[in-house]
């Protein structure tokens, strides 16, 4: 019986493993963009509900290195250990607020020192586990060597970083501030929710530099390390372990860390290229860079400029299929409509990632718009266009029922009177059709103002320029304060949010007055 | 104006609506004709094929020695270049226009054949209202108006008094009589009623099993 079980929990471990071998970079993107999702981010792995499974959540960098010295734990120890990899900042937060996991494995000394002040770990439980280092990473064809000196980065247009609250990203931008080179280098950062991320975007060339962990190069082969950091330029890389205060299974989870500690752990770190653990007095050289969040006002504003603009650029696609569908016969006109529905039903991230693999510098029209010098990706476009896509279908479906709504015989009517099509179409039928119209209009603006998913991955998370509340809200989740800041966000969205479906429903209840020709 | 040359209405389509599918045939010189037969005959479909707006339909239609439509000759005039006067049942005013737009939608007339008109018919307290604030009368006269007005070369009455009580379908049916004598516009009236027939038309036909048949 015991077999079986652990045969379950065994699946359900293989099932959350992050990147079996087989798993190409490009699925990656979609991986860590699934990561970076806003529902669900607290991961729950399946299958372990009052099983004798350890729950260990754990830095990204750590999703191979961790599993394999797990699996000579179970071996000795026959109890199975479950995991849930993501950037340090989320699964700090998580720690805190799920209370469901008994280990977790930090990837600096700060978030650590956060979960630990809130008593989310066993006093006395804390162990440094191994130590990593930070290499400057190009595409693997880049004939580029970005190193020490600010000229070698010339070439360089955007530099991918891990957030700026995720260990990643912080030890990335202390470490460029030391060497002189962030003054030069941080309009060109783009920021991504974790250092995998971050490795992708530079191995599609999106990025055409940046910044990860030693360890992670092997990860992909479409990049290859062009400057290591020199360790005294940031704190030094410090996986530290606890046993979380809510653990039900404390006495297994301390021996688990203490085997990651102990010899065989060590040798394992070290063969897949972890350095030691530094010296405890090593760790607080320096203090951490301050904490940064997003500027509501710049959140709302760029919220409302890409809702806006999403909402103008679609209205004449929307109102030209709108029409065709409520009117028209024709062959093939059931893909056309599966075609212009489909974003509505697919995964945003899985849009986003449709629509990066198509406008990414890699892409098939990417490639043809970066020979011409433009490059659309994390730009305050791809933020409109993102949007944009993923609220056509709400868009369309509004208007094609408003113009369901209208009785074909006033066509018919004003034909006879002498307007030809074009003219009816002009007088009678988008005036009735109107509001609408309007509200159809109104809803794609809501839904542009709501857009996550797409957004993040084709435009990425740029404070003041793709930032949108949703993003923000999202960056402060994982941020060690800001719950005031989310708030404010969280009650403009909300306000917004009804706003445009009340402002909806006032205008559906005009079209239908409209409608009325009996008293 | 013998019935040989039948200068008025000559037609001949079959639309396959309808069992038996529809075959109408009418070849007449009279000036008012009224076609009566039980509802769901296809009597708003005739009125559509000669308005054009019948899609289905398949044959020729002649409107005072014009070719409207021609099948054989590839001929088919389309609506908006027909000038047909087409009152529909349920008048089917713009609800997003006033009367007075209502009426000079056309553009057929000048501002002020359409406040005569509008005075004749009795709605001309009524040109800055909205149709919905309109009595079902007063609709079907606003609506005769703008069909009128548009200087059709062709009246097609759909069941037009079907909203009116008796002494204002007479009252409207010598309005219209009156109009349309004025200027010497044909009209094709539908009804299911003998008696709406009787107030306007000269000859009556029937519409019975997806047949016309001419009057006696």
């Keep these: 019986m015991d077999q079986r079980r652990h045969g379950t929990a065994f699946r359900a471990r293989l099932a959350f493993r992050a990147h079996p071998a087989w798993v190409g970079p490009i699925t990656w993107a979609v991986v860590a963009c699934a990561a970076l999702a806003p529902a669900d981010s607290l991961a729950q792995p399946s299958g372990n509900e009052g099983s004798d ?27 199975p250990v479950d995991f849930s990899f993501d950037a340090t900042s989320r699964l700090a937060h998580q720690a805190m607020e799920t209370g469901r996991a008994d280990v977790f494995v930090s990837a600096d000394a700060v978030w650590m020192d956060w979960v630990e002040e809130r008593k989310g770990i066993l006093p006395g439980s804390r162990t440094t586990l191994a130590g990593n280092a930070l290499v400057v990473v190009v595409p693997a064809g ?86 290591t950091i020199p360790q005294d330029a940031h704190a030094a890389v410090t996986y530290t372990g606890a046993i979380l205060a809510e653990s039900a299974r404390a006495p297994l989870a301390e021996d688990f860390l203490a085997f990651a500690a102990g010899p065989e752990g060590r040798r394992l770190f070290a063969a897949a290229g972890f350095l030691p653990p530094p010296e405890p007095d090593s760790q607080a050289i320096r203090q951490a860079p301050p904490e940064q969040r997003p500027s509501v006002a710049s959140a709302v504003r760029i919220s409302l400029l890409v809702a806006l603009a999403a909402t103008l650029a679609g209205l004449g696609p929307a109102i030209f299929l709108g029409w065709i569908l409520a009117r028209h016969e024709f062959r093939g006109k059931s893909i056309l409509t599966t075609a212009v529905l489909i974003p509505l039903v697919l995964p945003p991230v899985v849009t986003g990632f449709l629509l990066l693999s198509l406008l990414g510098t890699q892409g098939v029209l990417g490639g043809w718009m970066h020979a011409l010098g433009i490059d659309l990706p994390f730009t305050l476009p791809a ?6 896509v993923v609220g056509l279908p709400l868009y369309v479906v509004a208007i094609r029922g408003a113009f369901e709504a209208v009785d074909p015989h006033y066509e018919e009517l004003s034909w006879t009177l002498g307007s030809p099509p074009a003219a009816t179409f002009r007088r009678i039928t988008l005036p009735l059709a109107l509001p609408g119209i309007v509200a159809g209009a109104v809803l794609a603006f809501a839904r542009a103002l709501g857009e996550f998913g797409a957004t993040v991955v084709l435009a990425g998370n740029v404070e003041g320029e793709t930032r949108t509340i949703a993003l923000a809200v999202y960056s402060l989740l994982e941020s060690p304060g800001g719950r005031e800041t989310t708030w404010l966000l969280v009650t403009a969205s909300v306000a917004l949010s009804v706003g445009a479906l009340l402002g909806y429903e006032g205008l559906l209840r005009r079209q239908r007055r409209r409608m009325e020709h009996r008293t | 104006m013998t019935p040989a040359s039948p200068a008025v209405l000559d037609l001949h389509v079959q639309v396959p609506v309808g069992h038996p599918a529809l075959d109408l045939r009418m070849a007449t010189a009279a000036k008012a004709i009224a076609v009566v037969g039980p509802s769901g005959a296809g009597k708003s479909t005739l009125l559509r094929a000669i308005a054009g707006l019948e899609r289905r339909a398949r044959g020729f239609v002649t409107v005072q020695g014009e070719a409207w439509q021609d099948d054989n000759a590839k001929v088919r005039l389309p609506v908006w270049e027909r000038r047909v006067g087409w009152v529909p049942q349920d008048a089917l005013l713009f609800p997003h226009l006033s009367v007075r737009e209502n009426l000079a939608f056309s553009g057929a007339s000048t501002a002020q054949e359409v406040e005569a008109t509008a005075d004749v018919l009795e709605v001309a307290h009524l040109l800055e209202r909205r149709p919905r604030n309109l009595s079902g009368g007063e609709r079907q006269r606003v609506a005769l108006g703008r069909a009128l007005l548009a200087d059709p070369r062709i009246l097609l009455l759909d069941e037009p008094f079907s909203a009116l009580d008796r002494p204002l379908r007479i009252q409207v049916a010598t309005l219209v009589g009156r109009l349309t004598r004025d200027r010497d516009t044909p009209i094709v009236l539908v009804s299911h009623d003998e008696e709406d027939a009787e107030i306007l038309a000269q000859e009556h036909w029937h519409l019975n099993q997806g047949i016309l048949t001419p009057p006696a």
């Design chain 1, 53 to 79: 499974a350890i729950l260990v959540l754990a830095a990204a960098s750590l999703g191979e290195v961790l599993p394999g010295i797990a699996r000579r734990w179970t071996r000795e120890t026959g109890v």
């Design chain 1, 142 to 227: 880049s004939p580029g060597s970005p190193g020490p000196h600010p000229s070698t980065w010339e070439g360089v247009t955007r530099i991918a970083l891990a957030g700026e609250n995720v260990p990643a990203g912080r030890y990335a931008q202390e470490a460029l501030e030391a060497l002189g080179l962030w003054n030069t280098l941080a309009e060109k950062t783009v920021r991504a929710g974790s250092v995998r991320s971050a490795l992708e975007w530079v191995a599609t060339e999106e990025a055409q530099a940046g910044v990860v962990y030693a360890t992670d190069l092997p990860i992909s082969e479409g990049v290859r390390e062009a400057w």
């Design chain 1, 383 to 388: 933020a409109v266009l993102a949007a944009l």
